[in-house]
């Protein structure tokens, strides 16, 4: 099972940004997916997820501003943030609760993190 990030990248505070998460491999069955980040001498905090039925959760911070959704056909996730702020600058990870063909029980995959940059 891999996960593979894209769409991060530098913008202004204010501007917009779309972060794409693909899963791919032997996926049996797909719970949650989402994202969370870790910014400079902080810990990873999760950021957004939607699990299979639709329910979605977010960071208090970024409720209103961001908007997690998937595809269960193509299993991707995407997040699209919106006014964003400097404190939203961080490496974001997507993450996603798989059961993988033969195996007994869920366990959590990580794609490689993409960078979001949001200057003053």
């Known amino acids: 099972v891999q996960l593979q990030a894209s769409g991060g990248g530098l913008v202004q505070t204010g501007e917009s940004l779309t972060l794409s998460c693909a899963a791919s491999?032997?996926?049996?069955?797909?719970?949650?997916l989402g994202w969370y980040r870790q910014a400079p001498g902080k810990q990873r905090e999760a950021v957004a997820s939607m699990d299979f039925r639709g329910i979605t959760k977010y960071l208090d911070s970024v409720k209103g501003r961001f908007t997690v959704s998937r595809d269960d056909a193509k299993n991707t996730v995407t997040l699209r943030m919106s006014s964003l702020k400097p404190a939203d600058t961080a490496v974001y990870y997507c993450a996603g609760k798989i059961k993988p063909t033969g195996w007994n029980a869920y366990t959590t995959f990580w794609g490689q993190g993409t960078q979001v940059t949001v200057s003053s």
């Open positions: 491999g032997s996926l049996y069955a797909v719970d949650d």
